[in-house]
């Protein structure tokens, strides 16, 4: 299967209640699988293409109010779009699922793969002091596996999850384990799970409200306040990653998505060099890994991170190793894919020569 | 005449009328002589005469507006500015049995949301759009809306709407009631007793729609803005009578049934 369909199947199967989307290359396939799988047969999931991001997101956060498994994908221009209603769910603390099947920027930019938008999905990217949880899946069987696990991971802390991937994988054909379908919950379910949701005020409790406003400075200095205590749970319960070849590495590359995958060849080439080089690979970018970067840095001898951007994750990389060795990123932009050569090459001239 | 004290007005011979229990204690926190009290007070009748306070959820919007949500009681959500057609949407389609509404401004409907509205209405999604059109935008201080009047003065058109360096206001309630998807389309007001029970039941005529799942309601009442328009609440209601209704006439403008 295609990354986008395996994610589309996948999220059928997460128990998903609706989807709502716009056409953007290269992650139209997610809508056209949902639609020619008809999921309204299959489990009741609403699918609908609205007018545009900007109605999608939203219809994303009126479906989040009532405590429905709600989704919505999009590429990098139709993210930036998104921004708005994304900034309300959070500071709403609805969960959803945002796939961004990140292509080359800015602007229009191009339609080839990308991950110039680390900034924008980890950073806030809406306005305001929020963060999503990002997942970066680096193979179509991540594509799926992390449609439920986003869902989980939303409906636990209340709070948008992100799905960064990049035009590759979102293309790209791999065998994929699909999980079981899972029910949709049934109305008694949500109102037991989610008992903030408006599903309709009955005469034994108050009325549930979802919003993001509060006029009173205080009040919401308080509700920010309670936003960050949950980011920094999350940073302590939910990072994962991956670490490849580190255990003797004398040389460190962190990469996440289509950049790990070729990172893990570079690696692979460096060492029948003769160089030990170990791979760690992010899994989620918010909550970054940095305290097991920040132990690798105490034994290696540089630190080469690979990202198809300007160099945007580098930053946390840095934070992270703050000035124990030599980090420096290396990257191709405008939708161009760099080589496992190209990575041997940049780690000789930037870290171990340089 | 001697005093009438509190006390006496509240003798039980006296009690003709009660607030509707869906209308919460919070002060509104509207200007006095504004209509959306009323209005508020109209729609929240509607939904208690029905029965149908725990199947309803509804939106508010950007503007003055925003805060419906203190004073309505019932489930409701907040929408961005704009967007509440679009949140609508997707709470009626994912529970269907519900009765869902959105109470909307004319800037927040006519301008920003201009895109989610027209859409919502061609879908024909099965939904009730209350939209409160007083032609100013309240609640940032008075500026100019889609349905400022031409020649009418506001903060951002101090001179009055100069058609030609402005444009046009917008009639968006004769544009949606020409899309497939709406099945009712009425322009009402609540400024006199005789308009509140007219808008009172168009709207329930819109919620109980809702059952028929044919399309969507779309219910505006020309309301004022006594301190955005800079008169007292008799003035703005009689310029109002004067100035609004010949340009946004009263009256159903599409029934299907």
Redesign the interface.
């Known amino acids: 299967m295609k990354g986008n369909e395996a994610f589309a199947e996948a999220a059928i199967r997460a128990g998903a209640?609706?989807y709502?989307g716009y056409p953007i290359t290269p992650q139209s396939e997610v809508m056209e699988y949902l639609m020619a799988e008809k999921p309204h047969e299959r489990t009741g999931m609403?699918v609908?293409q609205?007018?545009?991001e900007?109605?999608?997101i939203?219809?994303?956060?009126?479906?989040a109010?009532?405590g429905?498994r709600?989704l919505t994908s999009s590429s990098s221009p139709g993210i930036s779009l998104k921004q708005?209603?994304i900034s309300?769910i959070a500071g709403?603390e609805l969960p959803c699922l945002i796939l961004n099947v990140v292509r080359a920027g800015p602007g229009l930019g191009t339609i080839q793969p990308a991950q110039s938008d680390y900034f924008q999905a980890t950073k806030g990217g809406g306005h305001g002091d929020y963060r999503m949880i990002v997942l970066a899946p680096s193979s179509v069987q991540e594509m799926a596996d992390f449609a439920p696990l986003g869902f989980e991971l939303a409906f636990k802390y209340r709070n948008p999850v992100m799905i960064l991937s990049d035009g590759a994988i979102g293309q790209m054909m791999e065998k994929v384990e699909l999980d079981e379908q899972i029910p949709r919950w049934t109305?008694a379910e949500i109102i037991k799970n989610t008992p903030w949701a408006?599903?309709?005020?009955?005469?034994d409790r108050e009325?549930?409200?979802?919003?993001?406003?509060d006029l009173d400075s205080a009040k919401m200095e308080l509700h920010n306040i309670h936003l960050q205590k949950k980011y920094r749970q999350i940073e302590e319960n939910e990072t994962r990653y991956e670490t490849i070849q580190c255990e003797d590495a004398d040389y460190l590359i962190v990469a996440y998505g289509t950049s790990a995958r070729i990172s893990q060849k570079a690696v692979d080439l460096l060492r029948a060099e003769g160089i030990k080089v170990g791979l760690l690979r992010p899994i989620t970018l918010f909550p970054f890994p940095s305290k097991p970067i920040a132990e690798l840095a105490n034994r290696v001898k540089g630190i080469l991170a690979v990202e198809m951007s300007a160099g945007q994750m580098i930053e946390d990389v840095r934070l992270a190793v703050g000035c124990k060795v030599k980090a420096e990123h290396f990257g191709r932009m405008g939708g161009i894919i760099p080589s496992p050569s190209q990575v041997v090459e940049a780690m000789h001239q930037k870290i171990i020569g340089g | 005449m001697s005093q009438i004290t509190k006390e006496e007005i509240r003798q039980p011979e006296n009690l003709v009328y009660k607030k509707t229990e869906l209308l919460t204690d919070n002060p509104l926190s509207y200007c006095p002589g504004c209509g959306h009290g009323t209005a508020h007070r109209v729609v929240m009748e509607v939904i208690d005469e029905m029965g149908i306070q725990e199947q309803t959820i509804g939106i508010a919007p950007v503007g003055c507006s925003v805060l419906a949500y203190e004073f309505m009681n019932i489930d409701m959500t907040q929408a961005a500015h704009g967007r509440a057609p679009a949140l609508a949407t997707a709470i009626k389609r994912l529970m269907p049995e519900k009765f869902v509404f959105t109470y909307q401004g004319d800037g927040d409907l006519a301008a920003i949301g201009t895109a989610e509205t027209i859409h919502a209405c061609n879908r024909g999604e099965n939904i009730v759009i209350i939209f409160i059109n007083n032609g100013i935008y309240g609640m940032t201080g008075g500026q100019m809306a889609p349905t400022t009047l031409p020649g009418m003065k506001s903060s951002t058109s101090p001179y009055g709407r100069d058609v030609a360096l402005m444009g046009n206001p917008l009639k968006i309630t004769e544009l949606v009631a020409q899309l497939p998807g709406t099945l009712y389309v009425t322009r009402q007001a609540v400024h006199t007793p005789a308009a509140v029970r007219k808008a009172k039941r168009a709207v329930r005529k819109a919620f109980e729609n809702q059952k028929l799942n044919k399309g969507l309601s779309f219910v505006e009442i020309v309301s004022n803005c006594n301190s955005g328009w800079k008169m007292t609440p008799n003035q703005s209601n009689e310029w109002m009578v004067e100035n609004m209704f010949p340009f946004y006439p009263l009256g159903d403008i599409k029934v299907n049934d």
Not at chain 1, 207 to 213: A, E, G, H, K
């Open positions: 209640d609706g709502f609403v609908l609205a007018e545009s900007v109605a999608a939203n219809m994303v956060y009126g479906g109010s009532c429905k709600v708005e209603g309300y709403a109305e408006t599903t309709g005020k009955t005469k009325r549930n409200i979802i919003t993001s406003l």
